[in-house]
C-alpha cells in the first residue's frame, strides 16, 4: 500500500513560512508529479513525506497511521537523489544490496532481490562493474534498483534525471514510467521540466511559493488550467498571454492562447506581427512574432515546411474555441 496524506502541512525556516497550509491526497499505485520554478517548495514538500525536514505543523499519514514523528528509515519509502550516491569500491550487485545488508538480511535472499532488481532494471550484464564503469544512465538505474530491493510503500524521485545529457534523460524518463508499470508502486516525482511531468504523471501537483495552484491529470491542466500561473507554466512552449482590450473583446482580463492553436497565414488574419527567431525542429516550426501590440513576444507553431523568414509580416488567426479566459484575480473564468 502506498496512500500518503497530507493534512495542513506547513514548513517554516525560522520566521519564513515556505509551506503555507497545505492539503494533499496521493491514492495507492499513483505517479505523482511535483512540478513548479525553482524555488517553488517541491523538494521541500518532498523532504517532509521522506521525514528529512521536520513538519513545523499539521500531520503526514501513510497508509492511515500518523507518520509526522516517525523517523525516515521507518516510513517504508525510498528516495533517489539528483546525485547518485554510490559507493564507488563497491561493484554494483554490492550497492544494490547495501540496504539489505545493513538490514542483517540473509546472503541468499539479498542475492535473489538483487537479482529481481537487476532484471527488472536490465542491469543483469553489469552486476559485477563497478560504478565508474557505467554511464550515467546505468548509474540511475543502479540508484533505483538500490530503492527497489526496499520494497517500499513508495518511491520518492527528487530530480533524478537533472545530471544527465538530453538523450539519456528521454531515455531514462521512458525507463521510469515502464518501471512504474511493472512495479504498481505509488512514485512522488519532483521536476522543474514540466515536459517531464505532462509525459510521465498521473497526476500532477503545480507548486508557486508553496502553495498548490491546481492538481490534475496533464490533458486536464493543459485544456482546463485553474489560472494563469498554470497556463504560462504546463505546455511547452507556453501558452501566450493577452492582456488590454483584446482581452475586453472576450469580457475577459487576460486571454490566453496556445502556439498550435494560432492559424498563421501571409495574406490576412485577426492579428499582424513580424518574424523575429524561428526555431526550426523538423516537423514544426515555432515562429516568435513581434510587433503585434497584444503582447511582448508571440509564439506560434507551423509546420516545418513553411517558407517564412526573419522580418517578415505575418497574420494570425487564433482559433476561437480554444481561447482560455481569464479574471482580474487571475482565474479561469469558464
Same mark, same amino acid.
Given at each position: 500500500m502506498g496512500n500518503i496524506t497530507l493534512n495542513q502541512i506547513t514548513k517554516k525556516f525560522g520566521e519564513v513560512e515556505v509551506i503555507p497550509p497545505l492539503d494533499l491526497q496521493i491514492t495507492d499505485g499513483e505517479f505523482v508529479v511535483f512540478v513548479g520554478p525553482s524555488g517553488c517548495g517541491k523538494s521541500t514538500l518532498m523532504r517532509l513525506i521522506a521525514g528529512l525536514e521536520d513538519v513545523?505543523?499539521?500531520?503526514?499519514?501513510?497508509?492511515?497511521?500518523?507518520?509526522?514523528?516517525?523517523?525516515?528509515?521507518?516510513?517504508?519509502?525510498?528516495?533517489?537523489?539528483?546525485?547518485?550516491?554510490?559507493?564507488?569500491?563497491?561493484?554494483?550487485?554490492?550497492?544494490? +544490496?547495501?540496504?539489505?545488508?545493513? /538490514?542483517?538480511?540473509?546472503?541468499? $535472499?539479498?542475492?535473489?532481490?538483487?537479482? &529481481? #532488481?537487476?532484471? @527488472?532494471?536490465?542491469?543483469?550484464?553489469?552486476?559485477?562493474?563497478?560504478?565508474?564503469?557505467?554511464?550515467?544512465?546505468?548509474?540511475?538505474?543502479?540508484?533505483?534498483?538500490? +530503492?527497489?530491493?526496499?520494497?517500499? /510503500?513508495?518511491?520518492?524521485?527528487? $530530480?533524478?534525471?537533472?545530471?544527465?545529457? &538530453? #538523450?539519456?534523460? @528521454?531515455?531514462?524518463?521512458?525507463?521510469?514510467?515502464?518501471?512504474?508499470?511493472?512495479?504498481?508502486?505509488?512514485?512522488?516525482?519532483?521536476?522543474?521540466?514540466?515536459?517531464? +511531468?505532462?509525459?510521465?504523471?498521473?497526476?500532477?501537483?503545480?507548486?508557486?511559493?508553496?502553495?498548490?495552484?491546481?492538481?490534475?491529470?496533464?490533458?486536464?491542466?493543459?485544456?482546463?488550467?485553474?489560472?494563469?500561473?498554470?497556463?504560462?507554466f504546463i505546455g511547452s512552449p507556453k501558452m501566450n498571454l493577452i492582456e488590454g482590450p483584446e482581452a475586453a473583446k472576450h469580457n475577459a482580463t487576460t486571454i490566453g492562447i496556445r502556439p498550435e492553436h494560432i492559424g498563421v497565414s501571409t495574406e490576412s488574419g485577426t492579428w499582424k506581427g513580424r518574424v523575429g527567431v524561428s526555431e526550426h525542429l523538423g516537423s514544426d516550426t515555432f515562429l516568435h512574432i513581434h510587433d503585434t501590440g497584444l503582447c511582448d513576444l508571440m509564439t506560434v507553431r507551423v509546420s516545418g515546411e513553411m517558407n517564412v523568414h526573419h522580418g517578415d509580416t505575418i497574420y494570425m488567426t487564433p482559433e476561437a474555441d480554444k481561447l482560455h479566459r481569464f479574471g482580474p484575480d487571475g482565474l479561469r473564468l469558464d
Amino acid at each position: 500500500m502506498g496512500n500518503i496524506t497530507l493534512n495542513q502541512i506547513t514548513k517554516k525556516f525560522g520566521e519564513v513560512e515556505v509551506i503555507p497550509p497545505l492539503d494533499l491526497q496521493i491514492t495507492d499505485g499513483e505517479f505523482v508529479v511535483f512540478v513548479g520554478p525553482s524555488g517553488c517548495g517541491k523538494s521541500t514538500l518532498m523532504r517532509l513525506i521522506a521525514g528529512l525536514e521536520d513538519v513545523t505543523s499539521g500531520n503526514i499519514q501513510i497508509d492511515g497511521r500518523d507518520a509526522t514523528e516517525t523517523p525516515p528509515a521507518k516510513r517504508g519509502l525510498a528516495m533517489v537523489f539528483q546525485s547518485y550516491a554510490l559507493y564507488p569500491h563497491m561493484s554494483v550487485r554490492k550497492n544494490i +544490496a547495501f540496504p539489505l545488508r545493513m /538490514a542483517g538480511m540473509s546472503k541468499e $535472499e539479498q542475492d535473489a532481490k538483487v537479482e &529481481a #532488481a537487476a532484471s @527488472v532494471l536490465n542491469l543483469s550484464a553489469y552486476l559485477d562493474r563497478r560504478p565508474g564503469q557505467l554511464s550515467g544512465g546505468q548509474r540511475q538505474r543502479v540508484a533505483i534498483g538500490r +530503492a527497489i530491493v526496499r520494497e517500499p /510503500a513508495a518511491f520518492l524521485f527528487d $530530480e533524478p534525471l537533472s545530471n544527465l545529457d &538530453a #538523450a539519456l534523460r @528521454v531515455g531514462m524518463r521512458m525507463e521510469i514510467s515502464e518501471l512504474h508499470k511493472k512495479l504498481a508502486t505509488t512514485m512522488i516525482y519532483v521536476t522543474h521540466d514540466q515536459v517531464e +511531468a505532462m509525459t510521465m504523471a498521473d497526476k500532477i501537483v503545480v507548486l508557486q511559493a508553496g502553495v498548490i495552484e491546481q492538481v490534475g491529470g496533464p490533458l486536464e491542466l493543459y485544456h482546463r488550467p485553474r489560472n494563469t500561473f498554470v497556463a504560462g507554466f504546463i505546455g511547452s512552449p507556453k501558452m501566450n498571454l493577452i492582456e488590454g482590450p483584446e482581452a475586453a473583446k472576450h469580457n475577459a482580463t487576460t486571454i490566453g492562447i496556445r502556439p498550435e492553436h494560432i492559424g498563421v497565414s501571409t495574406e490576412s488574419g485577426t492579428w499582424k506581427g513580424r518574424v523575429g527567431v524561428s526555431e526550426h525542429l523538423g516537423s514544426d516550426t515555432f515562429l516568435h512574432i513581434h510587433d503585434t501590440g497584444l503582447c511582448d513576444l508571440m509564439t506560434v507553431r507551423v509546420s516545418g515546411e513553411m517558407n517564412v523568414h526573419h522580418g517578415d509580416t505575418i497574420y494570425m488567426t487564433p482559433e476561437a474555441d480554444k481561447l482560455h479566459r481569464f479574471g482580474p484575480d487571475g482565474l479561469r473564468l469558464d
